[in-house]
């Protein structure tokens, strides 16, 4: 079973587990926008080998005797485990969205836990000469029957990850606390990627850098993610940058034949709030095609994303934090490419800029700065 937090790296890892296992076993996807009856009638029909999905689908289904053979389940993997649990809220669209955050991490919980906890298992199906006794929330004792199984969590981001592998033990998540790996020691970032920052005399000059850099990055080679906060108004920004394009198209879900952009600059908007036919739409409207590509987009496309070909990542809106940061600029420079990170800041947010990147280890280069003209007398 793998879990992951946005229904955009379901799809991803549904995919790529697919072309790995070929016809030799059932890959199923739990993700948001499911149809679990449907579903349910499926995985008691033929059950599957590999389940792909987001914690809140996946409880249901489980929950509700969706999958059977749950206890058969021998390893678990929980993909960019930070964000299920930590960082929902930007990958979500903001505060606005509270109660959607509390609910992913609290599925999550409750699937590692009780579920998928490797002590658990039905009353019925207990033999009494092999169980061990465990206390639950209302600390009774209660007989569960020992299970081997291998749980990981990757991310690249796990803050206080001593914590986090005490906190495993401590909720049940496993037996004892998880081995801590790390593959790349001392490496935040690709060595590829170079950063770079732009500063503005003011926000309201913004807009106008970004057109500009747009315009000199096009080219068909060129894929840039745009990040922005999510109170932005992406689709009126959207429109505004496609306009600043020969023959330039805004995607629109329904209203943009897919065949037509295949050799024209498109821009195309990834939110949360959109459905998931305009999610699905966009994404593919950025991934595929021979010309230019421009997404803007909320931190949805931070997580785990690969998207072929993006070479160059712009903060228009700077993280909260650097591991957001670190996120968002590992959407570029994969596999050895080398790819551009830029930052379009203000005065003021120089010093910000400063801190995200000194805890990364990172250095950022001003390529630009505004000044103001001079006013003749």
Known sequence: MIVVPTRELGLQVAMVAKRLVGRKFMVMSLLEGSSLKRQRKWAWAETPQVVIGTPTELLDMVRYGGLPRISSVNTVVVDEVDACLVHTSSLQGGSNNSVDTKALASSLNELLSKFLSPTFIDEDDIVDDDVITIADDSNKKRKRKFRHRQTIFCSATIPQHRHFLKQCKANQWTLEEPV???????????????????????????????????????????????????????????????????????????????????????????????????????????????????????????????????????????????????HRSGRAGRLGKKGQVISILTNDQEFVLTRLTNALNVNAKCVGRQKAKKVSS
Do not use: W
Request: hydrophobic residues 35%; aromatic residues 8%.
């Open 180 to 326: 801590y790996v790390c593959t790349s020691p001392g490496e935040h970032l690709p060595p590829t990627l170079e950063h770079a920052y732009m500063v503005c005399l003011s926000k309201t000059k913004k807009m106008a850098t970004l057109r500009n850099l747009l315009k000199k990055l096009t080219s068909p080679s060129n894929k840039v993610l745009v990040f922005f906060d999510a109170s932005r108004p992406l689709e009126t920004i959207g429109k505004k940058l496609a306009n600043e394009f020969d023959g330039g198209i805004f995607y629109q879900d329904k209203k943009t034949n897919l065949d037509d952009i295949e050799s024209k600059p498109v821009v195309s908007i990834l939110r949360y709030e959109d459905s998931l036919s305009q999610r699905a739409g966009a994404t593919k409207a950025f991934t595929e095609g021979s010309q230019f590509r421009v997404m803007a987009t909320t931190d949805l496309a931070a997580r785990g994303l690969d998207m072929v070909g993006v070479s160059h990542i712009i903060h228009f809106d700077l993280p909260q934090d650097s591991d957001t940061y670190l």
